[in-house]
């Protein structure tokens, strides 16, 4: 199992430490490095920043929302940090859900699997750089049609460094998974859980086994899941490190209705457990939601407690479609983990 470092998204400001957390990955072995975006920081700038002052460690977005940008804007930054870094960047693309999307982008948010076929091949074909780009697309044409009616097909001036710079797809439904498995290069879980492996692999297996899929199975597609490994000899006192980011995303993080996150915990089982959780924090009892999260809940997307109970956990996802475990932490943290996964 190789280890990657998220570094996520900022809040209120720039994280203290990061930078050093950064040099400590790469110090320590770890495979990558990721960032993040919400409504605030985006994860291209800081990414470039960490770049320059590492050398071997692989840069990567998880995700890049791709109603941010056009998908010509996104091709744009992944062939520049792609030169800039010699080959180490990885485009982690994702569509975020409609609150941001609509709200914050003020992009529309239906038929995202849909637009995220469309986004992917245009910028597969700007990465290509074989011929000036024409789309005629439902969700995208370049040219755009209509307009001042003088756009013209064009061809990126930059020749890219690697054609073939892989892209991965954050993913939660199983529709998307295996998009995901059909279209790119690999998949970015956010709450993965060993006991739903199976209910993966198939979602994967479908995209694998489609007409024109890039990949045909694992060997050679990746699979880097988030995860909060917390290292303490108290069990509760590590679960209580996860609880409050377990009770914003399955309480908050989306509408009552739509909030896909909330969804992965209900097919692990959690049905109740989400029900009062969400209930909780879209009242405004944020404690009460965060005291709602069951140590159960939290170990079964989290290794947390001593290094001996955390080594022990860890061969369950040694035989789980996963390859990388994305861990957040201060430069200690991933010293500490890197000593933990042994």
Known sequence: M????????????????????????????????WSAEAYGSDCLTPLAWYGAATSRILLGTNILQMSARTPAATAMAALTLDHLSDGRFVLGLGASGPQVVEGWYGQPYPKPLARTREYIAIVREILARERPIEFDGEFYQLPLQGGAGLGKALKSTVHPLRTDLPIHLAAEGPKNVALAAEIADGWLPLFFSPKTDGFYRT????????????????????????????????????ADAVRPQLALYIGGMGAKDVNFHNQVFVRMGWEAECAAIQEHYLAGRKADAIAAVPLEMVEDVALVGPKDKIRAELAAWDETVVDTILVHGDAQALETIADAFG
């Open 2 to 33: 190789k280890l990657g470092c998220h570094v996520g998204y900022w809040s209120s400001g720039p994280p203290a430490g990061a930078q050093e957390a950064v040099l400590a990955a790469e110090r320590l072995g770890y495979e990558a490095i």
């Open 203 to 238: 979602a994967l297996a479908e995209g694998f086994s489609r007409p024109g899929a890039r990949h045909t199975g694992l060997d050679d597609f990746a699979v880097s899941a988030s995860m909060n490994v917390i290292v303490d000899d108290d069990v509760e006192k590590a």
